[in-house]
Each structure stands twice: as C-alpha cells, then as structure tokens.
C-alpha cells in the first residue's frame, strides 16, 4: 500500500528558509495529488498547497503565496515543500499528503518538526 | 475561503455512550466534508469522505451525515481507543479548510 516518509526534524532561525522532502512508495507518485499542511501546537492543520506530479501544477494557499514553493520529482517519487523567510509563527509539524475522493487526504506521512529559534 | 465552525472544543463521555460533534461551513459546500481522528504525536487519521462515506478498516461504529452546510459526526458506541482530537475539513474551488476540532475525553 501507498507509503509517504517525510525527512526529518529540522531547527532553523529567523529569516532563514527550510525544505522538507516526501517520498512516496506503493503506488503510482505521478498520478497522486500531493497536499502539505502545517499544525502548529494545539492547532488545527493548516492547508498550505498541493502539486499533481504528472503535470507539475501547484496550487497554494493565500497566505503563503510568494512564500512558499512545492515541487515533486518523478524519478523519485518524491515532492519538496520549501517556506521562506522564516519567523517563529512557521514553528509547527508539517505534514505531506496523498488526496483522495472528495478533496480528503487518505494518507499521511509522519510529520516534520520544524523549529524556528534565535 | 470558506470557514468551518466545529462544536463543541471539548466532549466528555462515558464508553458506550453516543456521541456527536458537528461541523458547519460558512457556505455551501456540497458534499465536500470530510472527518479526521487524531491521537497525541500522530498525524490525522480519515475516518469519512464526502460526508458520509466511511473510509477502508474504519470501524463502523463511526459515521457520518449532511449537506450543504450542516454536518455530524457520530460515534454509536464510543470506546477507549476512540480518545483523540477529531477535525472536520471542506474542499472546495481548489481550497481547502480544517475546523477548530473537538478534544473527545473518557469521564
């Protein structure tokens, strides 16, 4: 069945960027639709975007737009989260996504701690 | 984008009890609902797709109802492992929402 490994945790200051890959198993990566959320402590996820590997179309949230950037490489099987310009308030588990019917993201990855910190 | 009020925060109940949390959009979301369960340091679980349509092994004691606006949850029979945080979350027009969650605790 369909696997999504998420790299690990990663501390970062202020101002500074973070990448977090997603690599996926057990199915066919180009045909998924790939969605990253964020949950900061005691917080509902947050929807941050989504890529469909096949045609390489992005889609991101409005509050992160020109500062955020998913990717996906095929021949990997793997998709990218990249956030900019960092601030305390990115501290949060971040999480990658398979989509399924009805816009419901029907596997998870494990979640990345990203830990922004003077 | 579309808001997702969940109620209520917080549920405390006994094991075999029924229980329902609702969820209740800002604007018409069709039938573009869908319910997570999520336990300390794990990510969200699906339990219900498209409103009422139970995902693969999730127990049918868990089910779900509504259209439009309006939306519930229900547990027949609650029971110990079912102790989690539970989200609501709306699809529509390429946007995605999650509600506030409900913190479900045993009395």
């Known amino acids: 069945q369909v696997q999504l490994v998420q790299s690990g945790a990663e501390v970062r200051k202020p101002g500074s960027s973070v990448k977090v890959s997603c690599s996926a198993s057990g199915g066919d990566f180009s045909n998924f639709v790939i969605g990253w959320m964020r949950q900061a402590p005691d917080e509902e996820p947050e929807w941050m975007g989504g890529i469909i590997p096949l045609l390489g179309v992005t889609n991101y949230a409005q509050s992160l737009q020109g500062r955020v950037t998913i990717s996906a490489d095929r021949s990997t099987s793997t998709s990218y989260m990249e956030l900019r310009s960092l601030t305390s308030e990115d501290t949060a588990v971040y999480y990658c996504a398979k989509q399924g019917s009805a816009g419901a993201f029907d596997i998870w990855g494990q979640g990345t701690m990203v830990t922004v910190s003077s | 984008d579309i808001q997702m009020t969940q109620s209520p925060p917080s549920l405390s109940a006994s094991v075999g009890d029924r229980v329902t949390i609702t969820c209740q959009a800002s604007q018409d979301i069709n039938n573009y609902l869908n319910w997570y369960q999520q336990k300390p340091g794990k990510a969200p679980k699906l339990l219900i797709f498209d409103a009422a349509n139970l995902e693969t092994g999730v127990p049918s004691r868990f089910s779900g109802i509504g259209s439009g606006t309006h939306f519930t949850l229900t547990i027949s029979s609650l029971q110990p492992e079912d102790i989690a945080t539970y989200y609501c979350?709306?699809?529509?027009?390429?946007?995605?929402?999650f509600g506030q969650g409900t913190k479900l605790e045993i009395k």
């Open positions: 979350q709306q699809y529509d027009s390429l946007r995605y929402t």
